[in-house]
T-cell receptor, first 112, second 110 residues
Framework: KAGVTQTPRYLIKTRGQQVTLSCSPI?????VSWYQQTPGQGLQFLFE???????NKGNFPGRFSGRQFSNSRSEMNVSTLELGDSALYLC???????????FGPGTRLLVL | GEDVEQSLFLSVREGDSSVINCTYT??????LYWYKQEPGAGLQLLTY?????DMKQDQRLTVLLNKKDKHLSLRIADTQTGDSAIYFC??????????FGTGTRLQVTL
């Protein structure tokens, strides 16, 4: 069974640009969560989607948004990039979200 | 609010047992997890324990949960150099949100 896949794996952007990251969950999983990992703040929860609806949201500004499609694939978007958005963005999937979650390899974003 | 704490660093010799500790604050946690992260990689789910259990064993891994003290530990038996990585403890409270600790860097020496 294929694991969680994330594309692209690496991205370099400049301040002010926007970026879209993609996550394909494990087949059959309907919950997708996103996390940001930085050396200073560690792993922080961004949001969770289930059946195309945002069910839970972390403490991030409105520049961070996401969506989920009918096939459970999810995208997250960051607009007006700032240097501090440089991070590893991880996506996790689960059957319903209230049980074990499996992570993808992450997308490493560098903002210059 | 939820908070999870771990020590930052642990060094052990190959063949010894490693014990990584974690404390959490959310008494309503349903699942508690251990994830492993190798350099440049994502998070690998190692094991988890449901909050009504006090111990779980899975091959070389043993998880102990003391719910009264909100203390979780991961014991790795016969630690190998391939076990060198960062280990994250995480608690799952409301819905699917995971709250992670800062991670413990395990260094295995020969």
């Amino acid at each position: 069974k294929a694991g969680v896949t994330q594309t692209p794996r690496y991205l370099i952007k400049t301040r002010g640009q926007q970026v879209t990251l993609s996550c394909s969950p494990i087949s059959g999983h309907r919950s997708v969560s996103w996390y940001q990992q930085t050396p200073g703040q560690g792993l922080q929860f961004l949001f969770e989607y289930f059946s195309e609806t945002q069910r839970n949201k972390g403490n991030f500004p409105g520049r961070f948004s996401g969506r989920q499609f009918s096939n459970s694939r999810s995208e997250m978007n960051v607009s007006t990039l700032e240097l501090g958005d440089s991070a590893l963005y991880l996506c996790a999937s689960g059957w319903t979200g209230s049980e074990t979650q499996y992570f993808g390899p992450g997308t490493r974003l560098l903002v210059l | 609010g939820e908070d999870v704490e771990q020590s930052l660093f642990l060094s052990v010799r190959e063949g010894d047992s490693s014990v990584i500790n974690c404390t959490y604050t959310d008494s309503s946690s349903t699942y508690l997890y251990w994830y492993k992260q190798e350099p440049g990689a994502g998070l690998q789910l190692l094991t988890y324990i449901f909050s009504n259990m006090d111990m779980k064993q899975d091959q070389r891994l043993t998880v102990l949960l003391n719910k009264k003290d909100k203390h979780l530990s991961l014991r790795i038996a016969d630690t190998q150099t391939g076990d060198s990585a960062i280990y994250f403890c995480a608690e799952q409270g409301t819905a699917s949100k995971l709250t992670f600790g800062t991670g413990t860097r395990l260094q295995v020496t020969l």
